[in-house]
C-alpha cells in the first residue's frame, strides 16, 4: 500500500514539475512574442523616419480627373448685394509619375476655367446680362528627383503658368488686360525635395524665373515687370514648395500648396522681391460623384499694378513726367494681394493606374 501511494506521490510531484516547466516555456515564448512585436514596431517607425526602399523595378502611373463646379447667387431688397448670377468651373487634371531604382520623376497638368452671368433685372431696357470671367489658368509641373537617403532627393523642377484666352477689365469688357503668354510664367530650378506620404517641401537656393508678354497690343508698354519694347523679363532667385494633401476624414478632402519665390536681382526693398502663391482646396464628399467643395486662392506679385480710383469710382491720374512743361498724364497703379474664393456643387470623376 506504502508502495503505492509512494508511486501516486511520484507521479504527481513529477506533473506538477512538468506544468511549471510548461508554464515557464510558455512565458518565455509570449515573452519573446512581445519582443519580436516591439521590434517590428520599431522597424515600421525607423522605416517612415527612413523613408522608402528604392524601387527595383521601373514603374509607371498615370491618372487624371475633372470636375465641374456649379454656385448660384440671389438677393433681392438687400443693401449691399450683388445682382443675381450663376456660375460655373470647370477643372481638368492629370499626372504621369516613374519610379526606378533611386530616380522619381512627376509631371502634373492643371487647368482651370470658370464663368460667370450676372443678372440684372432693372435695366434700362428688360432683364441684362453680363458674362465675367471668374477664372482662367493653365499649370504645368515637371519634378526630376534623385534619392539622397531618408526621405530627401536632389531635384530640379520646371513650371510653367499662364492662362487659356483674353481677360478685361472688370469694369470695362472692351478693354484687354491679359491673354495667353501675357503674362506667362516659366521657372527652372535646382534644389532638394523631402517627400513624406501626404506632404513634400521642395527648397531650391538658385534658379530662373522668366515673365513673357507676346501680345502685340502690350509690346509698348511696361506690364507685369517686363520693360516697354521687351517681350521677357528674366530673373535669378531662390524658391520653395510646400504641397499637402490628404483624407482628413473618411468624406473629406484637404489638396494645399504654397509657392515662393525670391528675385536676387530685385531693385526694390524689403519684401517686394518675394512672390507668393497659395491654393487650398476642401472637397466634402457627398457620394463617389458628387461633392461640395470650397477653393481659395490667394497671389501677390508687386510687378502686377491695378489702376487706382477715387471714391466715387472715378479713375486717378498722375503725371509721367515731373517738371516738365508738357505734362502727360498716365494711369495711377499699385500693387495689390489678389485673392479668390468659390464654394459650390461639384460633379467629379477621376482615375488612376494601377490603382494602388
Not at 534623385?146 to 530627401?152: L, M, P, Q
Not at 506690364?223 to 516697354?228: E, P, R, Y
Not at 512672390?275 to 457620394?287: L, Q
Not at 489702376?307 to 499699385?334: F, H, I, M, S, W
Amino acid at each position: 500500500m506504502k508502495k503505492q501511494y509512494s508511486l501516486l506521490a511520484f507521479i504527481f510531484i513529477l506533473g506538477v514539475s512538468f506544468l511549471h516547466a510548461q508554464e515557464k516555456e510558455m512565458l518565455n515564448v509570449t515573452k519573446k512574442a512581445k519582443e519580436m512585436t516591439d521590434l517590428t514596431k520599431k522597424a515600421k517607425e525607423l522605416s517612415s523616419l527612413v523613408g522608402d526602399s528604392p524601387v527595383e523595378k521601373k514603374t509607371w502611373s498615370f491618372g487624371a480627373g475633372f470636375q465641374l463646379t456649379v454656385s448660384q447667387a440671389y438677393s433681392k431688397n438687400w443693401v449691399g448685394s450683388a445682382n443675381p448670377s450663376v456660375g460655373g468651373t470647370i477643372v481638368g487634371n492629370a499626372f504621369a509619375k516613374y519610379a526606378h531604382n533611386r530616380l522619381a520623376w512627376e509631371n502634373t497638368l492643371d487647368i482651370t476655367y470658370g464663368e460667370r452671368v450676372t443678372f440684372n433685372p432693372k435695366p434700362p431696357k428688360g432683364i441684362g446680362t453680363k458674362m465675367e470671367k471668374l477664372s482662367d489658368r493653365l499649370d504645368f509641373k515637371s519634378k526630376f528627383g534623385y534619392k539622397a537617403g531618408g526621405n530627401w532627393f536632389y531635384g530640379a523642377m520646371f513650371t510653367w503658368t499662364t492662362q487659356l484666352t483674353n481677360g478685361y477689365d472688370k469694369d470695362n469688357d472692351t478693354l484687354l488686360v491679359s491673354s495667353f503668354m501675357t503674362p506667362g510664367y516659366i521657372t527652372l530650378s535646382l534644389g532638394m525635395d523631402y517627400k513624406r506620404e501626404k506632404w513634400s517641401w521642395y527648397i531650391s537656393p538658385i534658379g530662373t524665373k522668366l515673365v513673357t508678354k507676346v501680345h502685340n497690343k502690350f509690346i509698348d508698354v511696361d506690364k507685369d515687370g517686363v520693360l516697354a519694347g521687351k517681350k521677357l523679363y528674366a530673373s535669378i532667385g531662390a524658391s520653395t514648395h510646400l504641397v499637402f494633401a490628404a483624407d482628413i476624414h473618411p468624406k473629406v478632402n484637404l489638396n494645399t500648396k504654397l509657392e515662393l519665390f525670391y528675385d536676387y536681382l530685385g531693385e526694390y526693398k524689403q519684401l517686394r522681391n518675394l512672390d507668393v502663391r497659395f491654393d487650398m482646396v476642401w472637397m466634402f464628399r457627398i457620394t463617389d460623384w458628387l461633392s461640395l467643395s470650397l477653393t481659395v486662392a490667394a497671389l501677390y506679385d508687386y510687378d502686377v499694378k491695378f489702376n487706382c480710383y477715387d471714391a466715387d469710382g472715378k479713375q486717378r491720374y498722375v503725371e509721367k513726367y515731373k517738371n516738365r512743361v508738357d505734362k502727360e498724364l498716365v494711369p495711377l497703379q499699385t500693387d495689390h494681394l489678389q485673392f479668390q474664393e468659390f464654394f459650390g456643387l461639384t460633379l467629379g470623376y477621376s482615375f488612376k493606374t494601377p490603382k494602388k
